[in-house]
C-alpha cells in the first residue's frame, strides 16, 4: 500500500493538471485555426497552424493602446494597494486601535458586495461630482487606478495582515531603544521582513486588476480602455471573431504568467508566512 501511494499521487497530479492545462491548450488550439475550420468538426489536435490571428492583434494599434493601459493600471493600483495595506497592517498590528477587529472587518464587506451594486454610483461620481472643467477620473487611468482600490484594498489588507501580525513586537521595541524612528522601524525592520507577504499582495491585487471587466467596460470609453474590454468588441451583431478573441486571451495570459513564474518562490513563502507559530 504504501509503495503504491506515489504513483497514485503521481495520477492524481496528472489528472488535476490536465484539467487545469486543457482549457488553455483549447483555447490556443481555437486562436492559431482559421474562422472556417472553428465551424467544421472540431479537433482537439492541431492540423493547421494559422497564424493570422495573432499577426492581426499584434499589428492593431488600439490593442496596443489597451495593453499598455491595463499595465499600467494594474501595476498603479498594485503598487498602491499593497503600500495603503501595509501601513493599514501595521496600524492595526502595532497600536491599540480601539475596535480595530470590527475596523477590518468593515474593511473587508467592501470586497464581498458584488461590484455591479457600485457601478451607478460610480458613473455618477465620475461623469459628475469629478468633473470640474479639465478635470476628470472618467476615462483616465488614474481614475480607474483609484476605482480598483475599492474593490483590491480590502483584499490586500486581509492577505497582508497575518504576515505584520506574525512579526513579534519585540523587534520593534530593540530597534526604538537603538534609536530608531517609526518611519526607521517600518523601513529597515518589517519592510525586509515582510517582503514575502508584500510579493503576495503585490501578485495577487495586480491579477485582479488586470482581470477586470464590468468596472472598465463601463467607466472607460477609449483613452483608458483596458484590453479584458478590448474582447467584447470582437462580439458584434455579424458575428464573433472567435480566432482574434482566443488569440488576445492567450496574449493577456503571458504577462501574469511571466510574472508568477519570476515571483513563484515568493509567492509560496509569502502565503506560508505566520502560518505556524512556536
Keep these: 500500500m504504501r509503495q503504491s501511494r506515489p504513483f497514485v499521487s503521481i495520477l492524481l497530479w496528472i489528472a488535476l493538471s490536465f484539467l487545469t492545462l486543457f482549457p488553455i491548450y483549447w483555447l490556443f488550439v481555437i486562436s492559431v485555426k482559421p474562422a472556417v475550420d472553428l465551424f467544421t468538426t472540431p479537433s482537439v489536435f492541431l492540423d493547421t497552424v494559422f497564424w493570422d490571428n495573432y499577426a ?20 498603479g493600483n498594485a503598487v498602491l494597494c499593497t503600500t495603503l495595506a501595509f501601513m493599514a497592517c501595521y496600524a492595526l498590528s502595532r497600536y491599540d486601535l480601539g475596535g480595530k477587529e470590527n475596523i477590518f472587518f468593515w474593511t473587508i464587506t467592501n470586497r464581498m458586495a458584488p461590484a455591479a451594486v457600485f457601478l451607478l454610483p460610480f458613473f455618477l461620481l465620475f461623469t459628475q461630482v469629478f468633473a470640474i ?17 475599492t474593490f483590491n484594498l480590502p483584499f490586500a489588507i486581509w492577505t497582508l495582515r497575518p504576515t505584520i501580525d506574525g512579526l513579534p ?8 531603544v537603538d534609536g530608531a524612528s517609526t518611519w526607521q522601524v517600518i523601513r529597515e525592520v518589517i519592510f525586509p521582513l515582510a517582503r514575502p507577504g508584500l510579493s503576495v499582495t503585490l501578485i495577487l491585487t495586480w491579477v485582479f486588476a488586470w482581470n477586470e471587466f464590468l468596472l472598465a467596460a463601463t467607466l472607460t470609453s477609449f483613452n483608458a480602455r483596458t484590453i479584458t474590454t478590448g474582447l467584447s468588441e470582437y462580439v458584434t451583431t455579424t458575428g464573433t471573431e472567435w480566432g482574434t478573441m482566443a488569440s488576445i486571451a492567450i496574449i493577456t495570459l503571458i504577462p501574469a504568467l511571466v510574472v508568477f513564474a519570476v515571483v513563484q518562490r515568493h509567492i509560496v513563502a509569502g502565503l506560508t508566512f505566520g502560518a505556524v507559530k512556536e
Design 169 to 176: 513586537k519585540e523587534l520593534d521595541e530593540a530597534a526604538t
Design 133 to 149: 472643467g479639465d478635470f476628470k477620473l472618467y476615462d483616465t487611468r488614474i481614475g480607474m487606478i483609484l476605482l480598483y482600490c
Design 56 to 75: 492581426n492583434v499584434l499589428g492593431n494599434e488600439t490593442l496596443r493602446r489597451y495593453m499598455i493601459n491595463s499595465i499600467i493600471i494594474s501595476s
